[in-house]
C-alpha cells in the first residue's frame, strides 16, 4: 500500500488495484476513515496507520457508495461509526455484491482476518450539508447519485478536504451506473461546494488527490463534457471521434472502453425514456 498524499491530519492510501483510495482525516476530535480497500496488507497498512492516530478520539468509518471494492473492508475497524446514505443502507442485492467480494477473494485466493459482510449502517445520511460535530471538527455528507444510486461524498470543513467518492477522477471518465442526468446534478453539486467550502483537497476514488484549484475545475469542466457530448452522440445517432479520442487519452483505455461502452449503453436506455 502506497500513501499517495499525507499531512498532518489527512493520509491518502492509494491500492494497488484500480488505484483505489482510502482516506484516514485524522484530529485531535475524531477519525473519519473512508473506503478502505483492497488487499489484506493494504488494509492491514491502514489498520496501523489509525491505530498511529488513536488517541481515544471517535472513529467514523464511512462508505462513499455500495460498490464491493469501497466495502469490502467494513469488518476491519470493528470500533468505528458506520456512515452511508439511505440508498445504500437501503438498496436490494446486497447479496450479490457480498457474492462479488467472495469471487474476488476466491478468484485470488485472498484469506481475510474478519467476516465478509454489508456493512451496518449507523448514521444514515439523508439530505445534503448533513452535518456531524465533534469538537472542532466537523464534517459535512452530500448525497451524491449519478456513479451509483447511492453515492455520498464528504467535506471536512477545518481541513477543506474534499472526499468525492467515485467522482472527479484524474484516471476515469463518468462511470455512469445510475443515471447520466442525476450524474450532471453531482458534479453541480460538487462545484458549488468547491467554490463555497474553499476546498484545498480534493480526493477522488481512483487515482490521484489534487491541490490545484485549476486542475479541481478541469475535472468538473472534463466531466461535464463527456456526459453532454456522449447524451449528443446517442441522440445524433452519429458517432464523434473527438469522445472516441477523449476516451483513448486516458491511460488504460482499453478496460476504460469497455465502461465507455456501458455508458452508451445506459444513455441509450434512458433517451428511449
Ligand atoms: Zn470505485
Not at 452511508?84 to 478468484?107: C, L, M, N, P
Not at 480526493?203 to 488527490?209: A, F, I, R, Y
Request: cysteine-free; glycine content about 4%.
Amino acid at each position: 500500500m502506497s500513501v499517495q498524499y499525507e499531512d498532518q491530519q489527512v493520509t491518502v492510501f492509494q491500492s494497488a488495484l484500480h488505484q483505489t483510495t482510502s482516506t484516514v482525516v485524522a484530529t485531535d476530535d475524531m477519525i473519519l476513515i473512508v473506503d478502505p480497500a483492497w488487499l489484506p496488507e493494504e488494509i492491514a497498512a491502514i489498520q496501523e496507520h489509525v491505530k498511529s492516530k488513536d488517541k481515544g478520539q471517535r472513529q467514523y468509518l464511512l462508505f462513499t457508495h455500495s460498490d464491493f471494492d469501497h466495502i469490502l473492508g467494513w469488518n476491519a475497524f470493528p470500533e468505528a461509526v458506520t456512515i452511508a446514505s439511505r440508498g445504500f443502507a437501503a438498496r436490494s442485492g446486497k447479496e450479490e455484491t457480498i457474492q462479488e467480494i467472495k469471487d474476488f477473494d476466491d478468484h485470488y485466493y485472498i484469506q481475510r482476518p474478519y467476516i465478509i459482510d454489508y456493512p451496518a449502517i449507523d448514521i444514515i445520511i439523508d439530505y445534503d450539508e448533513q452535518t456531524i460535530e465533534m469538537g472542532n471538527t466537523s464534517v459535512s455528507f452530500y448525497l451524491a447519485p449519478g456513479h451509483q444510486a447511492d453515492g455520498v461524498f464528504a467535506v471536512v470543513h477545518e481541513l477543506h478536504t474534499l472526499i468525492a467518492g467515485d467522482y472527479l477522477s484524474d484516471v476515469e471518465f463518468p462511470f455512469i451506473h445510475h443515471n447520466s442526468e442525476a450524474y450532471e446534478r453531482t458534479i453541480d453539486k460538487l462545484e458549488q461546494v468547491l467554490s463555497q467550502k474553499n476546498i484545498g483537497l480534493l480526493v477522488p476514488g481512483h487515482g490521484k488527490s489534487t491541490a490545484n484549484v485549476n486542475e479541481m475545475r478541469d475535472r468538473i469542466e472534463d466531466s461535464r463534457w463527456y456526459i453532454q457530448v456522449l447524451r449528443d452522440e446517442v441522440r445524433q445517432k452519429e458517432k464523434f471521434e473527438v469522445l472516441q479520442a477523449f476516451v483513448d487519452s486516458f491511460l488504460f483505455s482499453r478496460y476504460l472502453g469497455e465502461e465507455h461502452e456501458n455508458n452508451k449503453a445506459q444513455m441509450k436506455e434512458e433517451e428511449k425514456g
